[in-house]
């Protein structure tokens, strides 16, 4: 069965550093892997996504994710984080051999706050 | 660019009550999907859409049924509503690739509570 782990709750980084939000995952298959982010009383957002090919994924507003088959694991990260940015990132996996593809799972979520 | 459109944003119902969710995907978007986020929690996918047919179900409860239209929208009717119920319904649509390939972008999502 698909699963998906974030295990950090609880992310904080001043501004301007670099910031890293964990994810790891299980399937059975390959892996679509999906990052979504969401503000307070809104829906998700898209932000990248692997699929196949390079293992560097380049999505919206400056993050970027690396797949890392070997370690299971799909970190989120952008190099100078920005007030803005805090908010709660949802990872989210799609296995290639389920025969329910339509089913996207989300890991737990991890709060992101950039300390000014 | 148009996104998802979710109706009501924000619903009140009483216990054993009903309440239909609409959801507009975004244009030539084909298939649907419907999500339930309880507070604190991750998004559980409810069940899904292509084409006007059912294509997955998830943990939706027998008490709750949605549906696909000709224009592409969905409603999703949850009858004998419990305070559990009380949760952020999520729609996402998207177009429909290579299995499991595309890209789901949600809506808004309508803030149901239960009282």
């Known amino acids: 069965a698909q699963s998906v782990a974030q295990p950090e709750d609880q992310v904080n980084v001043a501004e301007g550093n670099p910031l890293t939000v964990k994810c790891t995952y299980s399937v059975s298959g390959n892996p679509y892997l999906f990052w979504y982010v969401q503000y307070p009383n809104r829906g998700l957002q898209f932000l990248l996504k692997y699929i196949t090919g390079d293992n560097l994924v380049k999505g919206s507003y400056g993050f970027e994710a690396e797949f890392n088959?070997?370690?299971?694991?799909?970190?989120?990260?952008?190099?100078?984080?920005?007030?803005?940015?805090?908010?709660?990132?949802?990872?989210?996996?799609?296995?290639?051999?389920?025969?329910?593809?339509d089913k996207v799972i989300f890991g737990p979520g991890t709060s992101l706050s950039v300390i000014p | 660019a148009a996104g998802v459109i979710q109706s009501p944003r924000h619903l009140i119902k009483e216990k054993r009550e009903t309440a239909t969710l609409k959801c507009y995907p975004i244009p030539?978007?084909?298939?649907?999907?419907?999500?339930?986020?309880?507070?604190?929690?991750?998004?559980?996918?409810?069940?899904?859409?292509?084409?006007?047919?059912?294509?997955?179900?998830?943990?939706?409860?027998?008490?709750?049924?949605?549906?696909?239209?000709?224009?592409?929208?969905?409603?999703?009717?949850?009858?004998?509503?419990?305070?559990?119920?009380?949760?952020l319904y999520f729609c996402a649509s998207s177009l429909a690739g290579l299995a499991g390939t595309d890209t789901q972008y949600f809506g808004p999502g309508t803030r149901l509570t239960v009282l």
């Open chain 1, 69 to 101: 088959k070997s370690q299971t694991s799909f970190h989120l990260k952008k190099p100078s984080a920005l007030v803005s940015d805090s908010a709660l990132y949802f990872c989210a996996v799609r296995d290639e051999d389920s025969t329910s593809y």
């Open chain 2, 28 to 87: 030539r978007h084909d298939t649907v999907y419907w999500y339930q986020q309880g507070p604190g929690q991750d998004p559980q996918f409810l069940i899904s859409f292509y084409e006007k047919m059912q294509s997955d179900k998830g943990s939706i409860p027998d008490r709750f049924s949605a549906q696909q239209f000709s224009d592409y929208h969905s409603e999703l009717n949850m009858s004998s509503l419990e305070l559990g119920d009380s949760a």
